[in-house]
């Protein structure tokens, strides 16, 4: 199984924190974005991981020479971005017709079992249900759980099982067909290569589909979402944190290493980087970046950055 994560992705809605890094590599709950996707499905063996990079291309490879543990990396570069079936496109001419696709959309956090995939006969798309479907794409289902069509934010009810961007392929060689096919005759959907355009053509042609379920969806788009989506992970996988004199911290947080803290109330839901210093203050519900000062204030509710 080879895995690809597009990155690529500028991040306009979380600046300015995005000015100087890729949205994939923000911290959250003490790792980043992308190390929260790709260490949970490590345990998958993965022969080789490719990230399709853009926006801040070289600082991503940067990190991932951090990442020997991640084995086998390659990275591609989105250079004039056309839609995510363009991302996934570039990455293709790597992948052998023989062996299954994993492909993780690199800003979203999920809870699924990926375990599923290491005896998974067909394709499977991931789904959340969720109250508006108007707001995404679904897989409209048959009473056996598989995918008849796909439909992209449907104005009337056909579906309340929305893609999540977590696509595992088996028939990788209908996946070259389709996208070749949609960039060959320029099917564009909203200006853009549409790697759910692909997939429809794909079922339509007799590929079996079905869903699987993602218990939880978490959202890295905005700054609120980021900060509930960090409340989330630091809750699920409580640490034992330091204690500092004269200071109080209330779980769950994280605390990173070489952090000093000194008369102040820390926490909850808060995430303090590596080389940090918190005097006299009070956090809660919030992210500091690693090497940040914080000296007699009142911050809640927010992301600190350098």
Request: glycine share 6%; hydrophobic share 40%.
């Amino acid at each position: 199984m080879k895995i690809v994560l597009p990155v690529a992705g500028n991040g306009v809605r979380l600046r300015p924190y995005t000015e100087n890094l890729p949205k994939c590599l923000l911290p959250v709950a003490g790792k980043t974005i992308i190390d929260w996707i790709v260490d949970d499905a490590l345990f998958l063996k993965p022969s080789e991981t490719i990230f399709i990079t853009g926006y801040k291309a070289p600082v991503v490879d940067e990190f991932l020479k951090q990442k020997p543990e991640w084995g086998a990396v390659r990275t591609v570069v989105q250079s004039n971005p056309q839609g995510l079936g363009e991302a996934i496109s570039l990455a293709l001419p790597y992948v052998n017709d023989d062996e299954p696709l994993l492909i993780i959309l690199g800003d979203t956090l999920f809870e699924a079992d990926l375990s599923i995939l290491s005896k998974a006969s067909e394709n499977i798309l991931y789904t959340f249900k969720v109250d508006d479907p108007k707001r995404f794409g679904v897989a409209v289902t048959d009473a056996n759980g598989r995918i008849e069509r796909l439909v992209e934010k449907p104005q009337e009810f056909v579906s309340d099982e929305a893609i999540v961007g977590i696509y595992y392929i088996k028939d990788v060689k209908a996946l070259k067909d389709a996208l070749n096919y949609l960039m060959q005759n320029d099917i564009r959907t909203k200006g853009e290569f549409q790697l759910t355009d692909a997939l429809e053509r794909m079922i339509q042609g007799g590929c079996k589909f079905r869903t699987a379920p993602v218990q939880k969806w978490l959202d890295c788009g905005l700054v609120e979402t980021l900060l509930s989506t960090n409340a989330h992970i630091l809750k699920r996988n409580a640490e034992v944190v330091p204690q500092f004199e004269c200071s109080e911290i209330i779980e769950p947080c994280h605390i990173g290493k070489n952090v000093v803290i000194k008369n102040s109330k820390v926490g909850p839901n808060v995430s303090v980087g590596d080389n940090c210093v918190i005097e006299n203050s009070e956090i809660s519900n919030a992210i500091l970046w690693g090497g940040v000062k914080v000296a007699s204030q009142k911050i809640a509710d927010t992301v600190i950055h350098e």
